[in-house]
């Protein structure tokens, strides 16, 4: 047995660091605008940490809250009420798992690293055996994803409502709702559900092509997951900055 945590000689730590870093870059930033409940809404672009808008205390969002489940009643961030459904989504995602048990609580810390820990239990009990919701969650979000595709289709909108408007605020909102298209569709949970109890793909044509597609999207997972997660912060910052008046929206025609 050899007695050395490990043998590597290689930076091994280093991308768990960086891992960290940005997972806690994103964690304070999401924090504060989940919590502000404020300048979320920049006629025709609304903040994708605040959509669907499920309570009526929204405020200024295309005559007042579009999907107004919540009644009066609620008084925190309207935020709140919609975050859930992405963070258990990504929080339970395979490759998010893999990073944040490396990069916090070195489990492992890397490939040929010992572990620090004495004992391992796996995700078999509480509260790590709740990531088995990871296939519902992909159920949450596809509408999720819907709902923000409806809102980037509303960016052709001016503020006063009428069709034919493109700002860079428009470029955001669907560069931002085609990547988390993107790294939804990649789930390993989408592959299996699209194809992976078919035995005979000759039988299931259409399937089999599906199945093909989402695993070269499968294949990018990792990357499409830290894109799409900058996008979605760098779509709620635009809002923001243009809600707040720190610059006016360009606008193509």
Known sequence: ????????????????????????????????????????????????????????????????????????????????????????????????????????????????VAEPHAKYTGETRFPLVLQNLHRYFFYLALPVAGILTYDAVLGFRNAEGAWGHAGLGTLVMVANVSLIWAYTLSCHSCRHIVGGRLRHFSKHPVRYRAWQLVGRLNARHMQLAWVSLASVALADLYVYLVSSGVFTDPTFF
């Open 1 to 112: 047995m050899i007695p050395e945590r490990t043998l590597r000689t290689d930076r091994w730590w280093l991308p768990q660091v960086a891992t960290a870093a940005g997972l806690l870059a994103f964690i304070a930033y999401s924090s504060w605008r989940a919590f502000e409940g404020a300048h979320y809404y920049a006629a025709p672009y609304v903040s994708p940490f605040y959509s669907p808008c499920l309570a009526a205390n929204c405020t200024a969002m295309r005559g007042g809250a579009d999907w107004a489940l919540v009644g009066d009643w609620w008084r925190l961030s309207p935020a709140l009420l919609v975050l859930v459904f992405p963070l258990g989504f990504r929080l339970t995602c395979y490759y998010y798992r893999k990073a944040y048990y490396r990069a916090f609580w070195s489990s492992p810390p890397a490939c040929a």
